[in-house]
């Protein structure tokens, strides 16, 4: 009996393990393991993502300049896809059997039984076709997308691209996931937010052919996607266009700006590329092709180059010198072909014999302005020579130069304006003069200016001494740019009644002095020339701005290679301005000639500007750095 009884619990127990081993497995399969759940979900519903349509982009005038056109991704739940053509399946969608291979390896190493991307971007064309043999291909579905499209191929450094999100931006910020798209550059990246809109998701029921058969329980799970906000930026569009056409076969860039506001009217970097190469299947290819252009196709020259401000930057330093007190508008030097001090020569393009301030400007005399930087850094009132630099360059920085402005276009740099601790690092501290760094007072030297910072220069002095910080939006829906930051006065160290006597000059420049050929009939232009020099032949540069009265562009260029800053720069400028007043052209033979012209600079490598001690003797010029983009 007692055998018999330890026999009938054994057995007991043998049921009671396998039945409890059963129940594991059950709640395992049905609360912790969610495999054999989505299985059986995307056996007869499917969950859709709808993608919203990124925001339009329009300009100041409300053309039309980006906007999007409908793709399709192609997905994929591998568990689900059994007996599929292979063959037919690749000649539909332009694809080899090998890449079909490797993408479902992909797809099932992500999830078995999850659906993924197959394939990117099928055309409106492509899906057509393959809708009408879907139900050849279980465990495929098409999901729609929408992709950016410019009408008119230009500003593409401006609008920038979209590109797919990696695993550091799904880590960093939740809203994005795995084939999300997200902006990389320009106002794509600056107004993600906006631009983006807010996805939704349908929950859809499929046959056993994987064809849809309306909406789960009337959508009552669904949630509608919202469309991004759409943009008016501050671009005139037909003076981008016909900025860029000024610059073709030439390479360097302008910034034209709304002197009053701080809107920027156009932007042009060059060399430039087709904005509708990053978009679409072809995508990743162009992107590689543009990246190894030795051309740097990609480099946005406008705000991430910084360049020697040769002569243009002397009216910065006669507006410190005005502030200083030590230069009025009669103050006189005597210029006989250069600068002198010991065994030092700062050479001039000519002798101008006993000179004043306008003439000085209107001639862009070299001499006279060495002086007027020494007697700045050299007052009494200094204990030092860094002292007196030091509030020089204090001076300096008031007009948004060797600092970032904070625009709202990203990547843009800071330019340089060498500190004290720089130059007393190489030459030793209290062994430097202000004959040693004089070449700062022509725009030489270790000075690097951003064309955007040329312009905004030029919107400062004409609105004298003070401007606003340059932006690239106007309107966020029906709604005014309301950013304080773009709205509010930023004056500099120098006061309003010292701008007079430099704009009298700037006026002669176009009048009588280097940039006489550029004038324009009717309109009175204030203009300053620069030559930057740099191995090979020199860069060419112009900054101003019109009329004198209510001034309604400022423009900053620099055409490198070009030469004289007459010979280039001023033409294309004051052609922008023309077009931008007037509409029309009246001095065709100048454009025609600016539209043929060809510059072709020599490729070289980037390198960091260093001082020499004889860079006062030897102007070392500043090449633009090209920075590595992580685009």
Known sequence: MNVSSGRTTVIYFIFFVVAFIYLLRLFYIQVIDKSYELSANNNVLRLVIDYPSR????????????FNEPVYDLMIIPKQAKDIDTVELCKLIGITKEDYIEKFRKAKAYSPVKATIFEKQLSVVTYA?????????????VQPRTLRKYPDPMAAHLFGYIGEVDSAITHKNPYYRDGDYIGKSGIEQSYETVLRGQRGVRRVMVDVFNREKGSFQDGKYDTAAVAGESLTITIDADLQRYAEKLFQNKVGAVVAIEPSTGEILACVSNPSYDPNLLVGRARTKNYAHLLFDPSKPLFNRALMAYYPPGSTFKLINDLIGEEEGVLHPNTSYYCDGGYHMGSLTVKCDARHGSIALETAIEHSCNTYHCYVFRSIVDQKKFKSTEEGYENWRRHVLTFGIGKRLYSDLPQELKGNVPTVQYYDKYFGKGRWRSSTVVSLSIGQGELGITPLQMANTMCIIANRGHFYIPHIMKKVGNNPQKDKKFTEKNHTSVRPEYYDIVQDGMQKVLESGTAARSQIKGITVLGKTGTAQNPGKDHSLFVGFAPRENPKIAVGIMVENG???????????TLMIEKYLNDTIARKDLEKRMFEGVITPKVYQPKVPIAKKDSVVKLIPVRPKLIKTKN
């Open 563 to 573: 030469g004289w800053g007459s010979d280039w720069a001023a033409p294309i400028a």
């Open 129 to 141: 076709t393959f809708q009408e043999k879907l139900y050849k291909f279980p465990g495929f579905f």
């Open 55 to 66: 925001g339009l982009i329009y300009d100041r005038n409300g053309k039309l300049l980006v």
